[in-house]
């Protein structure tokens, strides 16, 4: 290499100090909470979080247990049905009743009111809340899905992700082939036509289809 080209990139040549950056960047307060939380109270908090740490795995293993053995049993044996949601779920009132199949990914983060019943293949996601009042009725083969991936594609490879909640308010009906996302508030007194993805919050006392739903008209 020529010596006018060492001249030009090493300025210690030219008895020239390369300047130092005397300040050094100190990470946000923000950052420091962050980096302290363990990936459960991340994913808790709804920020990005990786879902293939140990404890959640721990945790989604000792769920997916109790919904294998909830989905295995004699349908005859109701007590013992209603001790494992009891197990499984984070809150559960009076008068509960999921047909078989069910799943979830913790239970923990699902609290149901009195007078619920839902029909064969409900789905909760819940790595954030997912609440439920009272007199709810779900049709078969619904899911209630909380998790969010990332829009860029790279980052969304990495595996992270955070979660949004949903709350379904009082005596809500909701049909057969529902989705509902994260993020979702469904008022009281709501009904939901067969088939719809709910994507926004739905306002107490109307009824509501579509893809997206929307309101269709006032539920007197």
């Not at 409900?122 to 439920?132: C, G, N, S």
Request: hydrophobic content about 35%; aromatic content about 8%; proline content about 6%.
């Amino acid at each position: 290499m020529p010596i006018s080209s060492i001249l030009c990139y090493n300025p210690s040549f030219m008895g020239i100090k390369p300047k130092t950056n005397k300040k050094a960047i100190k990470p946000s307060a923000t950052e420091n909470t962050t980096s302290k939380l363990s990936e459960k109270e991340k994913m808790l908090s709804g920020i990005m979080y990786s879902p293939i740490d140990k404890e959640l795995l721990s945790d989604k293993m000792r769920a997916k247990k109790l919904c294998f053995r909830y989905n295995s049993m004699p349908p005859e044996n109701y007590t013992e049905m209603k001790q494992v949601l009891r197990s499984l779920l984070g809150k559960i009132g009076q008068r509960v009743w999921i047909e078989q199949n069910f799943k979830c990914d913790y239970g923990y983060n699902i609290e149901i009111g009195n007078n619920f019943f839902s029909n064969y293949n409900l789905v909760i996601l819940d790595t954030a809340k997912v609440k439920f009042g009272d007199n709810v009725l779900i049709g078969p083969n619904c899911g209630f899905y909380t998790p969010n991936h990332p829009r860029d594609a790279k980052l969304r490879a990495t595996g992270i992700q955070n979660s949004k909640p949903i709350t379904v308010g009082n005596n809500v009906w909701i049909g057969g082939n529902v989705t509902v996302l994260g993020g979702v508030k469904i008022g009281d007194n709501v009904i939901v036509g067969a088939g719809s993805v709910v994507t926004k919050d739905l306002p107490s006392n109307t009824i509501c289809c579509g893809v997206p739903c929307k309101v269709i008209k006032q539920n007197k």
